[in-house]
């Protein structure tokens, strides 16, 4: 065993770490909130750039 | 919008049309440029050497800045069309307002597909990177690079889901590591800084255009790997800041910087290693680069150009997971995939399923397919979405002309840059045809019968009152 043993065992675990956390807060997550607001997020305007425009028929 | 408390930590008051949790308005021009360029530049590092292989150095060259105004037109045409229709999924989202749900179905896969074979590219090539590190260093026995590929891509999509200010910020840093990299290789063994070790000259002779000038048309499949991906700034337009102006400035710039390191690239390589071990990535120079930076003998340089490819890859990797988890998240929002993928993280104010979502397809494609043929797919997908924006920007100048709607960036010299890109994207084609024609013929076989599925089946679900979202005036002739 030498360093790169370790390293290989600690990139499985770092991976397992990594998404273990992703899938615990994505449960926690749909639990916690409701989908009408979860899938709230609508497409729109820009504030910026709205405000610059002068819309022709 | 007026019945949401803007002053709520937990709700976005900033959304249209009753947004209650929306992703977050948190990037510059920084993280613009950081994405486009951290996508791409993975692509100075390695890849772009088989156009070597395939007509020489000079056709490497040729290739190089034939696509590169290939490359300048998309990022015109793309600053132009994304600074007035800026939301999540870029050229989805601009297919869906000037074209029509069918072309931006198929936009919105060319997107995914292109990134997420990219991402899984780059894992492979991240895991293949420690393998070579660990030889280096003196492991005994094969190591075993599937832990390392897992790993990338875990902690990108991880560090995606947490939020997108540190994702992009942490691309930024790395991309400019690799970028300084080269600037500082290019002046370490050009001469300028201590003692010249290129020859240009003595390598070229004899060999100038070893194949003729079909090699130089075959030469173009690769020349695009100098600058693939620099459209994926347009994903980040629903976060950034000030759109109209960050999202041309950062897309520019970007291109630029793009031009620079790809021409220095050639430059620095062509003139240190011969051409039949450069153009050879398979079995001769994988990373040209850091093949250079061994040669020059300066072990900075090696540790300096070590790093440099591998946080380009990791970069790369990074930029592929935001822009196809928004262009997936922005399908999901409009129904033309199931409405679940919708959905943003109200706490970190992220596409969270559709970043969880890719994962496993990406580690099924870095795990289980050839690199050759992944690469392949990404920029067959890649070559499909740049023969979208000429029509694009045709359509949108004609239904929308200057003067109706007002532009964050006016591309100059309409419609030059679009019958340019269509000649340049006709002649790749051709030039992929003639190296991948079955794939080619493939993956079109595979969007028609997507396409099929989408109109006959899809579209019923797709949410089609709330598709056209910008204030504009009706479209001309309409």
Not at chain 1, 18 to 36: C, I, N, R
Not at chain 2, 112 to 125: G, H, K, P, R, S
Not at chain 2, 294 to 320: E, H, I, K, P
């Amino acid at each position: 065993m030498d360093m790169w043993n370790w390293l290989e065992y600690a990139a499985w675990g770092l991976s397992i770490a990594f998404g273990l956390h992703m899938a615990v807060d994505w449960l926690k997550t749909d639990s916690t909130y409701s989908e009408d607001v979860l899938t709230s997020s609508r497409e729109g305007e820009l504030e910026a750039m709205a405000e610059e425009h002068k819309v022709k028929s | 919008m007026s019945s949401v408390d803007i002053t709520s930590k937990t709700m976005d008051g900033m959304g249209p049309h009753g947004t209650k949790v929306g992703l977050l308005r948190v990037l510059g021009p920084a993280h613009v440029w950081a994405l486009g360029v951290g996508i791409v530049l993975v692509g100075e590092y390695m890849g772009w050497n088989f156009a070597v292989g395939k007509g020489g150095a000079y056709a490497a060259l040729i290739a190089c800045w034939f696509a590169g105004i290939l490359y300048s037109c998309v990022a015109m045409i793309d600053s132009e069309v994304t600074s007035t229709v800026a939301s999540a999924g870029g050229q989805y989202t601009q297919a869906k307002h000037i074209i029509g749900p069918l072309m931006a179905f198929n936009v919105g896969l060319y997107l995914v597909f292109a990134y997420t074979m990219l991402e899984a590219a780059n894992a492979i090539t991240a895991g293949y990177l420690f393998y070579v590190v660990a030889q280096m260093t003196g492991h005994a026995g094969d190591l075993d690079q599937r832990p390392f590929i897992i790993l990338v891509i875990m902690f990108l999509a991880w560090l995606n889901y947490r939020g997108v200010l540190a994702t992009l910020t942490f691309n930024l840093v790395i991309t400019a590591i690799a970028f300084v990299a080269i600037l500082v290789l290019f002046l370490s063994t050009s001469g300028i800084l201590g003692t010249g070790i290129m020859d240009h000259a003595a390598l070229f002779e004899g060999h100038e255009l070893p194949y003729g000038w079909i090699g130089v048309l075959a030469a173009m499949h690769f020349g695009l790997w100098y600058y693939l991906g620099i459209e994926g700034t347009t994903q980040a337009a629903e976060e950034v800041r000030s759109p109209a102006r960050a999202l041309p400035f950062g897309t520019l710039a970007g291109i630029m910087t793009l031009l620079i390191a790809a021409t220095l690239t050639w430059y620095i390589c062509s003139g240190v290693l011969p051409w039949e071990f450069l153009g050879d990535g398979v079995n001769g120079s994988v990373a040209p680069l850091f093949d250079t930076a061994r040669l020059s003998g300066s072990t900075a340089l090696v540790w300096l150009l070590g790093f440099g490819t591998l946080f380009a890859t990791l970069a790369s990797a990074n930029g592929c997971i935001n822009d196809a988890s928004r262009a997936w998240f922005a399908m999901g929002r409009d129904k033309y995939l199931p409405g679940w993928f919708g959905a943003v993280h109200p706490k970190y104010r992220t596409p969270y399923r559709a970043i969880v979502f890719l994962v496993p397809i990406a580690l099924i494609f870095a795990l289980g397919a050839p690199l050759d043929q992944v690469i392949t797919f990404s920029i067959l997908s890649g070559l499909l979405g740049y023969t979208f924006m000429p029509l694009n920007i045709i359509l949108f100048r004609r239904k929308w002309p200057l003067e109706t709607i007002k532009r964050g960036y006016e591309h100059p010299f309409h419609p030059i840059p679009a019958i340019t890109l269509l000649t340049l994207c006709a002649v790749t084609f051709f030039a992929v045809f003639l190296g991948y024609g079955t794939q080619l013929v493939a993956m079109i076989g595979f969007y028609i019968v997507v396409s099929l599925w989408f109109h006959f089946w899809r579209y019923r679900f797709v949410n089609r009152g709330a598709q056209f979202t910008m204030p504009w005036p009706k479209p001309r002739g309409y």
